[in-house]
Every structure is written in C-alpha cells, then in structure tokens.
C-alpha cells in the first residue's frame, strides 16, 4: 500500500521568515495531496490541495508544489505568523483511501 | 466544505466502560470515516461508515471493539467499548465534501483518556 513520510517532524521559524515542509509518498497511482492544519485540541482543518495534473498552487501565503517524477510534495508559508503555529499533516489518497503523514509542529517564534 | 459536529469534546472514562461518540454532518453524505490519532501520531482509519450496510473496519480494528451505526445520511456514532488505558486517544469523525469526494472534512474530534 501506500507509504507518506513527512519531514521535519518540528521546525521552528521567526515570525515573517519562511517554513517548508516535504512528504514524499510511494505508490504512483495517488493522485491527490492535501495538507491540513491541525490546531491543539481541534480536528484537522483543510488548507490547500493539488491534484496530480498540477504541478504547483497557492493560496496567499501558503503554497504546495508536487514533483510527481520524484514522489515528492511539499508545503511553502511565507511571512510566517504566531498563528501559523499548530500541526501540519500532508496526506496522498487513491480514489477513497487517504494516507497520511506523521505530521510537523510547527512553532513560530515573535 | 462540511460542517461537522461531535460530541463530546473530551472525556475522562474508568476502565471497562464503553463511550459513545455522535457525529452530526449539516448535509447528507454517502460515505462517513472514523479516524484515531494518538497522542502524538498521525492519523489511522478505524473504518468507513456507510448508510444501510455494516461499517467496513481497517487492519487491526473489529466491530466487537468498535461498532458503529450509521442510521441516516447525515449521522453516525462510534462507541469504543471495554475501554482500557491504551484507548486514549483523539477519535475523529470525517466526511468527503459535497460535490468532490476527493476532499475530506474532519470533525472537531473527541479527546479520551482511560484512567
């Protein structure tokens, strides 16, 4: 089945630099990534996705990349925010079935 | 999107008990998910709720432990029965998105710990 792994699994920026963090995945048939931020003590909000046929999309200061050659997609804030702080868990799904990863807490200094 | 109601939020239970979870979806969807997160991990699938047949339960997971009824398209439960310490965990209830099921919606979870 599939595989997701998620790295770094904690990062810690300064306000207003930038954050990445990278999944890769194993089974060449996913075709669709999203990303979800979970905040302490509540359930896992969508924030971005992308389908296999994209390569790249943004939403203001969140962006998602997707190298399908690679097996690799990754998750770009920019301007960095303490509310940007929580969970990050990237995820790859074939028809119904969603895998997920380990998950990053992200930290965002003042 | 979905807006997705459970309860309860948390709670403290003893040993042997059993806790039933409610989850509420403001529109009917077809397929229903119950997920586990503990503490400090990812996301596992327990099983899929769907309405007017059985729950399709993952690797690792049975119906003794965790039923789950699904009476209509817009609700569901899931008890955790005979619980034991190693049952605390998040329990999450989530649906597809109306007119894409590709997205997945999560409910606000419910927080457990077995003392």
């Known amino acids: 089945g599939e595989n997701v792994e998620q790295h770094p699994s904690t990062l810690s920026v300064q306000e207003g630099d930038s954050a990445v963090i990278k999944c890769t995945y194993s089974?060449?048939?996913?075709?669709?990534f999203p990303w979800y931020k979970q905040e302490l003590g509540k359930g896992p909000q969508l924030i971005i996705d992308i389908r296999s046929n994209v390569g790249e999309k943004k939403d203001q200061r969140i962006a998602v990349t997707l190298n399908k050659t690679a097996k690799h997609f990754s998750l770009h804030i920019t301007e960095t925010q303490p509310e940007d702080s929580a969970v990050y868990f990237c995820?790859?799904?074939?028809?119904?079935?969603?895998?997920f990863g380990t998950g990053t807490s992200l930290t965002v200094i003042p | 999107s979905a807006v997705i109601s459970q309860k309860p939020s948390r709670d403290i239970c003893q040993r042997g008990t059993s806790l039933t979870i409610q989850c509420q979806v403001d529109s009917q969807v077809t397929m229903m998910f119950w997920y586990r997160q503990q503490p400090g991990q990812s996301l596992t699938l327990i099983a899929t709720a769907n309405q007017g047949s059985e729950a399709t339960y993952e690797s690792g997971f049975v119906i003794d432990k965790f039923p789950i009824s699904r009476p209509n398209l817009t609700f569901s439960t899931l008890t955790v029965s005979n619980m034991s310490p190693e049952d605390s965990s998040i329990y999450l209830c989530?649906?597809?998105?109306?007119?894409?099921?590709?997205?997945?919606?999560f409910g606000s979870g419910t927080q457990l710990s077995v003392l």
């Open positions: 995820a790859a799904s074939i028809g119904d079935q969603f895998y």
């Open positions: 089974d060449s048939a996913s075709n669709y």
């Open positions: 989530s649906v597809e998105g109306r007119g894409s099921n590709e997205k997945l919606f």
